[in-house]
């Protein structure tokens, strides 16, 4: 009987057209924050990513009190959420560089205002580089900034979110344990959440493909960081081989870890509310975003068809 209880409010056979799945694609600020939101609604979003200045500029233009608040107009009258900002590209928290170092905190406090000015839920950021100090040395110093970066925000609402990354050159956060070791030493604990980059984790040599390796994968996540930190998904394809730690997006089906892979994570109950965001390449008219948002969504029915099958 304890299935009855915890059984959704919809029945079984009923149509999964009515299932609202957090699907969304990081979006262009290209003529101001509010644009990202028209953007999205556009191509039927439920969910966003978005920066919230120029991405390869340690200063941006501020935001305005004015884009503020349309920005959360529009927001409000969409059904698009939870939002994901992503952070700037310079940005390093364990540079050892201190003129870099001291430029990145800076820059990741500014980043944290502006998505509390705008109500943004969560500020996705890459844990840091260590540039050849070695990974503890690293994760020790990106834990520092992040004290240093919430002591002059507290009781903001935004979380800090690291990303899972592909172990390029010296990144980490390529290994669960390396995130949870960040997240022991943060202590303003309570706002660190986790997303995983689905491209990244494959490269860094977790097995998402399988059914088994998948299931692994996130038992693993689960003892290492656990599940209620994980906040939202990349959902990304590869253009490399697992293990490769070599970051190449690709579009939902066309790479290595393709659409098998990705029906396992669409059809997870743990994951229904979790958002789901594409980072794949894309053009101005985002039919590349409407394209790989069908992909998943027909993944989610051929994977209701398949448990109706189970229970004829
Ligand atoms: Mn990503
Ligand atoms: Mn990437």
């Excluded at 969304?24 to 600020?29: C, D, L, V």
């Excluded at 503020?68 to 560089?97: F, M, Q, W």
């Amino acid at each position: 009987m304890k299935n009855s209880q915890r059984e959704p409010k919809t029945k079984k056979t009923s149509s999964n057209n009515a299932l609202p799945i957090l699907l969304g694609a990081h979006m262009s600020i290209a003529g101001g924050v509010p644009t990202a939101v028209e953007r999205a609604k556009r191509i039927g979003c439920t969910t966003m990513q978005m920066f919230v200045k120029n991405n390869n500029q340690w200063r941006g233009k501020p935001l305005t009190v004015e884009d503020a608040s349309t920005y959360k107009k529009l927001l409000s009258e969409s059904r698009i959420g939870p939002v994901v900002v992503h952070d700037t590209y310079l940005i390093n928290l364990c540079a050892v560089n201190k003129d870099i170092l001291q430029k990145s905190r800076i820059a990741l406090k500014d980043e944290m205002d502006r998505c509390e000015m705008l109500g943004v839920e969560y500020l996705n950021f890459y844990p840091g580089a260590h540039m050849g100090a070695g990974e503890e040395d690293g994760i020790k110093r990106i834990a520092e900034s992040l004290n240093l970066i919430h002591d002059q925000t507290k009781g903001y609402r935004v979380k800090s979110v690291l990303e899972t990354t592909a172990g390029q050159g010296t990144a980490i956060g390529y290994r669960f344990e390396q995130l949870r070791e960040i997240i022991d030493l943060v202590e303003q604990r309570d706002r660190m959440a986790v997303c995983v980059d689905t491209c990244h984790v494959f490269v860094a040599g977790y097995d998402i493909v399988t059914e088994k390796g998948y299931q692994q994968t996130f038992e693993e996540f689960d003892a290492i960081i656990g599940l209620d930190r994980l906040v939202a998904f990349h959902v990304n394809d590869s253009k490399r081989e697992i293990g490769s730690r070599v970051d190449r997006h690709e579009h939902i089906g066309k790479g290595y870890i393709g659409k098998k892979g990705f029906s396992f994570l669409m059809n997870d109950p743990r994951f229904v509310n979790i958002p789901k965001i594409l980072e794949t390449p894309k053009g101005e008219d985002m039919k590349e975003d409407m394209m790989n948002m069908r992909v998943l969504r027909e993944l989610v029915k051929d994977g209701e068809r398949q448990r109706l099958k189970k229970y004829r």
